[in-house]
Nanobody, 125 residues
Framework: QVQLVESGGGLVQVGGSLRLSCAASGRTSGTYGMGWFRQAPGKEREFVATISWSGDMTYYADSVKGRFTISRDNAKNTVYLQMDILKPEDTAVYYC??????????????????WGQGTQVTVSS
């Protein structure tokens, strides 16, 4: 199994930036596609960004395209989400997830088998 731990969340003002990290432990020898999702109060969990194992493929939700950047450092077993020009609607709990059976990107929750516990991001206006 793979355990995921997110960090880097917090309170930030509109227009500010945050960098989330997702550290993997356990069976990290696999080639996993990774993703970030978020869930706001009263809403369903939604896709944010995804990256392939090699890092050569990334894909973003339209709502964050041009503002967020996903990256990974496989030597450190860590995936990052750089969030810039934050908006109040970005307020949510952010989760990272791993595709244990694929190295490719995916925007679908059901394609991910391992999830972190989440980190809160709050954008104040």
């Amino acid at each position: 199994q793979v355990q995921l731990v997110e960090s880097g969340g917090g309170l930030v003002q509109v227009g500010g930036s945050l960098r989330l990290s997702c550290a993997a432990s356990g069976r990290t020898s696999g080639t996993y596609g990774m993703g970030w999702f978020r869930q706001a109060p009263g809403k369903e969990r939604e896709f944010v960004a995804t990256i392939s194992w090699s890092g050569d493929m990334t894909y973003y939700a339209d709502s964050v395209k041009g503002r967020f950047t996903i990256s990974r450092d496989n030597a450190k077993n860590t995936v990052y989400l750089q969030m810039d020009i934050l908006k109040p609607e970005d307020t949510a709990v952010y989760y990272c997830a791993a595709r244990l059976w694929s190295s490719k990107t995916s925007a679908f929750l059901t394609d991910y088998q391992s999830w972190g516990q989440g980190t809160q991001v709050t954008v104040s206006s």
